[in-house]
Nanobody, 122 residues
Framework: VQLQASGGGLVQAGRSLRLSCAASGNIFKINDMGWYREDREGEREFIAR???????IYNDLVKGRFSISRDNGKNTIYLQLNILGPEDTAVYYC?????????????????WGQGTLVTVSS
């Protein structure tokens, strides 16, 4: 299973970005999918996650500015980042709780994407 994150870039404060994260490979189903970010100091924090049936959960820090959504048909989640500020500068990582086939059985594992850099200039 692979997760491919994209959509990062350099933007001015106040602007928006949309991140995507697509899962592919040996997938039976995906439970929760989510986003985290890691700043320059290496601190990783939870941003948002979304359940299989589309229920979003947010870190209070981003509630009202960021929006997570999901397309189950494409095994993809999105993170709309609005009213960005320099404090949002970080590498954004996605993850997915994947149920996959192992022979005739199922197993479950959390996979991570490679990260996409968001840089917000003041």
């Amino acid at each position: 299973v692979q997760l491919q994150a994209s959509g990062g870039g350099l933007v001015q404060a106040g602007r928006s970005l949309r991140l995507s994260c697509a899962a592919s490979g040996n997938i039976f189903k995906i439970n929760d999918m989510g986003w985290y970010r890691e700043d320059r100091e290496g601190e990783r924090e939870f941003i948002a996650r979304i359940t299989e049936d589309g229920r979003p959960i947010y870190n209070d820090l981003v509630k009202g500015r960021f929006s997570i959504s999901r397309d189950n048909g494409k095994n993809t989640i999105y993170l709309q980042l609005n009213i960005l500020g320099p404090e949002d500068t970080a590498v954004y990582y996605c993850n997915a709780d994947v149920v996959y086939f192992v022979g005739t059985y199922y197993s479950q594992k959390i996979y991570w994407g490679q990260g996409t850099l968001v840089t917000v200039s003041s």
